[in-house]
């Protein structure tokens, strides 16, 4: 009986083995896990998730539930592992079997959505594997929106370890209903992929990275597209993104994509190391020897302070062949990491790739949490050609000390726009005009990504540290934030002016709170209360007079979105009154702290009912009477008020709902007044969100109010559409929405991507009126589109078109009927309706008179224009 019980023992470790993650022919098997599923599932690429149950130790039934997504994200392809999740109320580990003294990779997926009857905006949590802390007071939505992602990947290397098991746990925040939760895990054995790093700063040193446990920031395709789990080679499921939107300045180089004909010889370097894609494209600064050597090639990444980082730079010459033909400089941090680096000199032969890694600290007391990498040709040694090339771009951040990985939940950080002037906006049918071999402009021929050229993700202009406050924690995935560019703060004595500042109006027409009223309103602001966050700082829940409930935006002391832009809203928001502006109720200035104060909007952002639900979708009726709304709004602030207002950052994060779903616009921060606009325009630095922004204002410095109608436009397809205005995670045509949705349109194909819950349920003619609307509100010169005005007139037609699609109580209304051909009766009655419905407001569109008649007269002609 013993000999058989230790046979069967015997076979049961046996297994074990078998089981965890081995490299076989080069190609590791994995530990693939739906969390929360009974029986697991396929994803899109055919892979199969198990379910995690036999991997929980403990009392884990106790401890934990199961849930199901009550909503399936459009960012989403598949819904293994992402639409079932484990939700931990208490601490929980997973054991898993491992292979001693084998490094790991493990992978997280985080869906963050309604789950039960549990606010995802309550969890917070940490995971600890091996003793190694990964993260740490984590909140995935607000990490989510923060990067304005559907759903997150984190990934870590582990260092290996003499231990036949693996224990992962997840243990709930100490706070108020925090709870811990998962949609996915994978442990994959890793080949050997690390050994040292040259240390930047230290030309004599190297840093061991054999035993380092690491996390994985950015993975990028230098020159290429992006390239999903199953085409990444060696069986290792990683995500390679472009690198387009990290590059930073005015030279973008140009793409190199080897032809079909050429080969990649791996040689001596596994092929594991590098899917062949990322060897087949590159980025080189171009063919101008006389422009070249005054230029260099720079990346910009957000990253944490007070970590080690590894820096790995793929390369595989794809043109040359003879030594001394390309040779470069790397810096990082403005510090050298290679001179004189000679791809062909390290390879022997072109087609042969190889990497080079370095390692750098980044110090908080630099002041900025960033790290640069830049490239630039040597001229030391006389190349033939001065040039730079990369073909790919890895970072991973090294645990410190006392084995911590984690950093603090990421705030939207202020970022720089730039654009270049001399590269304009191309057609979307330019895409099969590329040719296979130099790609030569700045977009690489792209029209859907040309817009993405534009955006620095991280934030180049300095932000001294305040000891104390959050970080900004990068991303694996690139981020795509929701942020502002801004001036900088300005304070005398480190104690904020902005009040002094401030007209005498405006602080007659706003209740003036002091700090002890703010803090007794939130609670001493506390978490449990935040309702958001943005380019400004937190937004708070708060109670005053004892019982009305507000919103409480506080100043981030690290932002730059900081006086200006506290003084804007004041003086804007004071001055305005609107059924569809959100109302300012008041503001403090004191003890170097700024807080504005507003009408508490119960239901949140638009952006949270059209995806990333929480709650049941909206109904296309729904949907349209909030744009419409939202229209009212932007329609009073261009020619209601005394001067022209534009808004600059329309989006459906500045759209916010009441308790009855009545619409109204936000955040004024970066509003600009025209009361001299002699030439229809404002010159100003292009400020704005990536993804809204007119690309006639980027190429020109020149704002009008029909750069709010061209925000407004995306804001429609958003709507319509059911997704973000841009989505790294899909193909490159599809990635801004604005294009992707045009050209949609233009091939009568609009019907496959709007939201698949309003499929059937919009009257056709309806659908055809919304969607030219928002088509021409995307024209690419401002003179081609709608004012807003024939933006309301053609939604609250959509809406009559919807209610009655045969049109029936349409007396004269053609669906095709444009903005010019209205009747006079027409326009004389909907003109009528916007009078009355500014007098029942009792809105002075001067501030000089409550006469409905004048205040339409303003409308229809607007002063100061």
């Known amino acids: ?458 934030v180049y202009q300095r932000k001294k540290r305040v000891p104390g406050t959050e970080s900004h924690t990068s991303s694996w995935l690139p981020v795509y934030g929701n942020s502002h560019t801004s001036a900088s703060k300005s304070t005398i004595s480190g104690k904020s002016n902005a009040s002094s500042h401030l007209s005498s109006l405006a602080q007659g027409l706003c209740r003036h709170f002091s700090w002890t009223e703010m803090k007794h309103a939130t609670k001493n602001f506390d978490e449990s209360n935040v309702i958001g966050v943005g380019g400004f700082g937190k937004v708070y829940k708060g109670i005053i007079d004892g019982g009305v409930k507000v919103a409480i935006k506080r100043s981030n002391p690290q932002s730059e979105q900081g006086v200006n832009e506290f003084q804007t809203e004041i003086e804007m928001l004071s001055k305005l009154r609107h059924k569809h502006l959100v109302s300012l109720i008041g503001f403090c200035e004191e003890d170097n702290e700024m807080c504005l104060v507003y009408d508490y909007m119960a239901l949140g952002t638009l952006r949270e009912h059209v995806y990333n639900c929480k709650k049941s979708h909206l109904s296309w009726k729904q949907r349209l009477e909030i744009c419409i709304g939202a229209a009212r709004g932007l329609h009073y602030l261009h020619t209601g008020a005394k001067y022209t207002i534009i808004h600059r950052d329309v989006k459906t994060t500045n759209i916010l709902l009441d308790e009855n779903w009545v619409a109204k616009v936000s955040d004024f921060g970066l509003s600009k007044t025209g009361p001299n606009m002699e030439n229809g325009h404002v010159s100003t630095v292009v400020k704005g969100s990536f993804g809204y922004l007119d690309p006639e204002y980027f190429k020109r410095q020149q704002l009008t109010e029909k750069s709010d109608v061209y925000s407004f436009g995306v804001v429609l397809f958003e709507v319509l559409c059911a997704r973000p205005a841009l989505n790294p995670s899909l193909p490159k045509e599809q990635v801004s929405l604005g294009d992707w949705a045009l050209h949609c349109q233009r091939k009568g194909m609009l019907e496959d991507i709007i939201d698949p819950h309003l499929k059937g349920k919009i009257s056709p003619e309806c659908l055809k009126k919304f969607a030219d609307t928002a088509e021409k509100c995307l024209a690419d010169h401002g003179f081609n589109r709608p004012s807003m005005g024939d933006v309301l007139w053609n939604l609250e037609f959509c809406l009559q078109l919807e209610d009655d699609p045969d049109g029936s109580s349409r007396h004269g209304h053609g669906g095709s009927q444009s903005e010019g051909s209205r009747t006079t009766s027409e326009v004389a009655n909907h003109n009528n309706n916007m009078a009355i419905h500014y007098n029942n407001l009792g809105l002075e569109a001067n501030g000089e008179s409550d006469d409905s008649g004048a205040i339409f007269s303003q409308i229809v002609n607007p002063k100061g224009r």
């Not at 081995?22 to 199969?48: A, I, Q, W, Y």
């Not at 693996?166 to 895990?185: C, H």
């Not at 720089?416 to 030569?440: M, Q, R, T, W």
């Open 1 to 458: 009986m013993y000999t058989n019980n230790h046979i069967l023992l015997s076979l049961f470790c046996l297994s074990i083995l078998f089981h965890v993650n081995h490299v076989v022919g080069g190609k590791p098997e994995s530990l693939v896990l739906t969390c929360g599923s009974k029986d697991g599932g396929k994803d899109v690429d055919g892979r199969l998730w198990e379910p995690d149950t036999k991997y929980l130790s403990g009392d884990f039934a106790k401890n934990s539930i199961t849930s199901t997504a009550s909503y399936q994200d459009p960012s989403i392809l598949s819904p293994v592992p992402y639409m079932d999740a484990r939700i931990f109320t208490s601490e929980v580990s997973y054991t898993f079997p491992i292979k001693s003294n084998t490094r790991y990779w493990v992978r997280f997926h985080f869906y963050p959505s309604v789950y039960t009857n549990l606010n995802i905006d309550d969890s917070y949590f940490s995971v600890i594997a091996g003793g190694v802390t990964l993260l740490k007071n984590f909140s995935a939505s607000i990490t989510a929106q923060a990067l304005t992602q559907g759903y997150l990947v984190r990934e870590y290397s582990l260092a290996p370890v003499d231990s036949p098991v693996l224990n992962i746990t997840f243990k709930p925040s100490d706070r108020q209903n925090a709870f811990a939760f998962i949609n996915g895990i994978e442990l994959i054995a890793m080949p050997d992929m690390f050994d040292s790093a040259l240390m930047v700063g230290f030309s004599d040193q190297s840093f061991d990275t054999k035993m380092a446990h690491a996390q994985t920031l950015y993975r990028l395709n230098v020159g290429g597209q992006y390239i999903g789990p199953s085409k990444d080679s060696g069986g290792l499921g990683r995500a390679w993104y472009d690198d387009l939107p990290y590059v930073f300045g005015g030279s973008l180089g140009v793409n190199l994509l080897a032809t079909d004909k050429f080969h990649v010889q791996y040689k001596d370097l596994p092929e594991y190391i590098a899917p062949v894609d990322v060897y087949k494209t590159a980025r080189a600064t171009g063919p101008n020897s006389n422009l070249n050597i005054k230029t260099n090639m720079t990346w910009l990444f957000q990253v944490d302070a007070n970590f080690t980082y590894i820096v790995r730079l793929h390369f595989c010459e794809l043109q040359l062949s003879k030594i001394n033909q390309r040779v470069f400089n790397i810096y990082i941090n403005n510090q050298t990491a290679q001179s004189e680096l000679d791809i062909i000199a390290l390879t022997g032969e072109k087609g042969v790739p190889t990497y080079k890694d370095y390692a750098v600290f980044v110090n908080e007391r630099e002041g900025d949490e960033k790290m640069q990498l830049q490239m630039s040709p040597s001229d030391a040694s006389k190349p033939e050609f001065l040039d730079t090339q990369v073909n790919g771009i890895e970072i991973f951040k090294v645990s410190d000390g006392s084995k911590n990985l984690a950093g603090p939940n990421p705030v939207p950080s202020d970022m720089l726009l730039k654009y270049e002037h001399d590269n304009p906006k191309k057609d979307f049918d330019d895409y099969n005009k590329s040719n296979a071999g130099v790609i030569g402009g700045a977009a690489g021929g792209a029209a859907a990504f040309g817009l993405v050229c534009a955006l620095c993700v991280a």
